[in-house]
């Protein structure tokens, strides 16, 4: 069974679309993040619910909205996509006040 | 081998011998640090951390390295094998009160025959 998995793998849309990206932990973690990896690799944090409660909004455009419906999910939609949008978007989680995130697998968002 | 981490740099080591993985990092106040191991097409996976409190802490085939004074970790990894090729990432437990990690910007591990 896949600890933390994201759906879908890849995603291919054009500029202007709307897209959501789906994550699911079965590790009972309290706690869910969104990361951003961009063309260098650099990892940034973008979202972190708590329980469904959302603790940590970085810097990101309003285009971007996390949802949390139980603990167990963490789904991130994207609105009005653009061509900087595209990266590889990484769910992970921990328990809570832990720091040993475990990562999905990622999700290659292309925009064109 | 051994390489300075941040701009995400290719560190070619051969099989067998031991690398040297460097980070710096930014906040003198972080009390908590992880390194992590990321292969191509897969997300990032623990390998190690340690506590500000300690100066050295040892794995499997993996030593981590403290330096408080120059902000300065390091990672050691033992004969090394091709299995070791990917790319690695310091992270620094945040001060603010929910500690998220803050990621270096990664080292790329080539292990060559």
């Known amino acids: 069974d896949t600890a933390v998995s994201q759906t879908p793998k890849y995603l291919v849309t054009q500029m202007g679309n709307d897209k959501s990206i789906k994550c699911e932990q079965n590790l009972g973690h309290d706690t869910m993040y969104w990361y951003k990896q961009d063309s260098k690799k650099f990892l940034k944090i973008m979202f972190s619910y708590n329980n469904k409660e959302l603790i940590i909004n970085e810097t990101v455009p309003n285009r971007f909205s996390p949802k949390s419906p139980d603990k167990a999910h963490l789904n991130l939609h994207i609105n009005s996509l653009e061509l900087g949008d595209s990266a590889v978007y990484f769910c992970?989680?921990?328990?809570?006040?832990?720091?040993?995130?475990?990562f999905g697998s990622g999700t290659r968002l292309t925009v064109v | 081998g051994e390489s300075v981490g941040l701009h995400l740099p290719t560190l070619s080591v051969q099989e067998g011998d031991n690398s040297i993985i460097n980070c710096a990092y930014s906040?003198?106040?972080?009390?908590?640090f992880i390194w992590y191991k990321q292969e191509s097409g897969k997300g990032p996976q623990f390998i190690i951390d340690i506590r500000s409190n300690m100066d050295k802490r040892q794995g499997q085939r993996v030593t981590v390295l403290l330096n408080k004074t120059v902000k300065h970790l390091s990672l050691q990894i033992a004969a090394t094998q091709p299995g070791d090729s990917a790319v690695y990432f310091c992270a620094e437990k945040g001060t603010d009160s929910w500690g998220k990690l803050q990621f270096g910007a990664g080292t790329q591990v080539v292990v060559t025959p």
């Open positions: 992970a989680s921990s328990r809570q006040g832990a720091y040993g995130y475990t």
């Open positions: 906040n003198s106040a972080s009390d908590y």
